[in-house]
């Protein structure tokens, strides 16, 4: 049995004409029209194939296929909502691709022992809304519905506003009924894939975030006249702290990672030194310890920087996760079930974060990956061969058979021929 692949490449080409931008990205920011507008299609989608759909109160939608006895639904989905840059891949195929197995098994005419289910989360990306994973985390329980409800995006809008604007300020509550399992089809977003020439990953986990906003507090003085001893240069604090980001991380080696994604300078004018600075500061890694050592670090410095500047600083958190390990039995399935199909999977973490993290808090939980070519992702040019998303696809497609059709999570690794043919 095998998904139609037509179809599946067809929808996410029909989601992407959806806040379409130059290069063939995405625009369609958390709670936006545009996403308003790709949350419709996708909803018709999931209603024309006969699943039962819900809105609960941060938004999320989930579609549900019955099984043949009650219960506890094996899940899987991800987001359709983009950063201002994005591409047509990032989260659209884990939740056109679980759309996919539904329609492929209504073809088919088969009903799973257990229910299925696909969902999309809200404001996955934190890219309007802080933090990221948002609709997840309030799905497993980790924040309350009316703390999500008056978080301010980057324009000022109360969250809780925006859902009940666009009409998905939903009755179902939260946190969410609990899957027996959670699946979700990603693409890597890196290189891994692409340059071992690969097609499929099993992921074993995913990396703990840490994002916090810095503002540095100067005094704005003339770019001419003011001798440097004498600057309070919020600006020039800000960019050493940018730097030492950089040497922290080579300091620590792979896997950390850290980015200075967004630096705000006010006045921000040629000849003025800056009397404010706005920065965040994203940190990465596998390891919870070595995270915290990071983040100490950070904050030495930080302090460092300020008093020799003569400035002040403040920090705002806005997200926090720890490491996430994903269920061996779910890695050692995903594992059988992509040899049935003759591809060697390759076990390797997650840089990114995605709602399987939240989903783990409440039930056995995994992830597919395929290639993202040149590791390229957040990013107009974002792309994934067709084959391999077809082959995502179907692996995701008997993967989550075979848990529906499983008593209980299997035990053990299962042999290639797992899952329906």
């Known amino acids: 049995m095998r998904v139609d692949g037509d179809r599946l490449l067809q929808r996410l080409r029909d989601l992407a004409e959806i806040g379409a931008i130059p290069g063939g990205g995405c625009a369609r920011l958390a709670l936006s029209d545009e996403d308003r507008a790709g949350r419709d299609l996708v909803v018709m989608w999931m209603r024309d194939a006969g699943l039962e759909v819900t809105v ?3 938004g999320n939608v989930v579609a549900t296929r019955k099984g043949q006895v009650p219960g506890p639904a094996v899940m899987c989905g991800s987001h359709i909502d983009t950063v201002a840059t994005g591409g047509a891949y990032d989260g659209n195929l884990g939740v056109l691709a679980g759309l996919e197995v539904m329609e492929t098994l209504n073809d088919a005419g088969l009903t799973t022992r257990r229910p299925l289910a696909v969902g999309f989360f809200t404001d996955e990306e934190g890219a309007r809304f802080a933090p990221d994973m948002l609709g997840s985390l309030v799905y497993a329980g980790g924040m309350g519905v009316e703390t999500a409800h008056d978080i301010i995006s980057i324009d000022g809008a109360r969250l809780g506003d925006e859902l009940a604007r666009i009409g998905y300020l939903g009755p179902a509550p939260c946190p969410g009924l609990v899957p027996h ?3 979700e089809l990603h693409i890597e977003q890196g290189p891994v894939l692409d340059r071992a020439g690969e097609v499929i990953g099993a992921v074993t986990g995913i990396q703990g975030i840490s994002w ?24 020039y604090a800000a960019a050493a702290t940018a730097a030492f980001v950089r040497r922290l991380v080579s300091d620590i080696g792979p896997p950390q990672v850290g980015t200075v994604g967004r630096l705000d300078l006010h006045p921000d004018l040629v000849n003025v030194v800056a009397a404010r600075a706005t920065m965040t500061v994203d940190l990465r890694n596998t390891d919870e310890q070595v995270l915290q050592a990071a983040e100490k670090r950070l904050a030495q410095h930080v302090e460092e920087v300020a008093r020799s500047e003569g400035v ?12 996430v390990e994903f269920d061996p039995r779910v890695i050692a399935l995903v594992e059988a079930t992509a040899a049935g199909f003759g591809y060697q999977a390759r076990r390797l973490p997650a840089g990114a974060g995605h709602d399987a993290q939240m ?17 390229v992702s957040h990013n107009p040019a974002e792309h994934t061969d067709p084959e391999h998303l077809v082959a ?20 053990a690794p299962l042999p290639p021929e797992g899952g329906l043919r």
């Open 312 to 323: 002040s600083v403040s920090t705002r958190r806005l997200a926090r996760f720890e490491p």
């Open 212 to 235: 916090q906003e810095l503002t540095f507090e100067g005094q704005a003085n003339h770019a001419g006249t003011t001798p440097m001893a004498y600057r309070h240069d919020a600006g």
């Open 359 to 375: 989903l783990a808090r409440v039930c056995p939980a995994g992830m597919v990956f395929v290639p993202s070519v040149g590791g």
């Open 56 to 58: 609960d109160a941060i």
């Open 181 to 183: 399992a959670y699946v």
């Open 392 to 411: 995502g696809a179907n692996v995701l497609l008997h993967t989550l058979v075979r848990l529906a059709e499983e008593d209980r999570i299997p035990q």
